[in-house]
């Protein structure tokens, strides 16, 4: 099943609504995430491509939330997976592009790397931002953050892509999605980083609040740029 769709928070559905509605009188086609290059009738609003390398679910969430956060600053996000993206996808009419990713076994989702490798030129033309999600972020010593940050640079050397932002974003143990080999591996890594071991349950690390700030900061340094004629 392909894990696409666009954003629609209360506002965001009542703004989609209403310039689907008038784009629909004057005869041209409304910006759905999957029509033409309408630019659309709002000037100030941007379209972003938040992009996403999930396994468990964590960083699908954090993508999620990033969309909501611009969808509810006026702006037109559209949320999809590296590994599913949809077959019409046209990054020429897109201004903003976002890729969070989350390292598993020191690496991150090679669908992430080779989604952004292919079209690596387009991504260095626009505002960007890339997100890495990882366990090692949650330890928050010194030593992740220099771990964390070789991921970062790993992804950015072996895709050749220059964002203008990247942000560092603490996972979650999910130890009810994995399984039982899974789980014992993922117990025992987490108890050398000193997190949680109970298996009963899963534990999030990630701060929302800070997740909620970079998106905020993404909005800000999109506004300063002028927006795509598509």
Known sequence: MCEYRVHTTHAHAERTAVRIGAATQAGTAPNTGEGGPDAGDDASMSRILVCYGSTEGQTAAIADRIGDVLAEAGHDPLVISTKHPPPELDL??????????????????????SFVRSRVGRFNELPSAFVSVSLTAATGDEAATHTTAEYVETFLEETGWNPDRTHVVAGALRYRSYGRLLGFVMRVIAARAGLDTDTSRDH?????????????????LLEQEPTSSH
């Open 92 to 113: 020429r009419r897109y201004d903003g592009l976002i890729v969070a990713a989350s390292v598993h076994m020191g690496h991150h989702q090679r669908h992430a790397a």
């Open 204 to 220: 999030e690390y990630t701060d929302w609040a800070g997740v909620e700030a970079f998106a905020q900061e993404f909005r800000t």
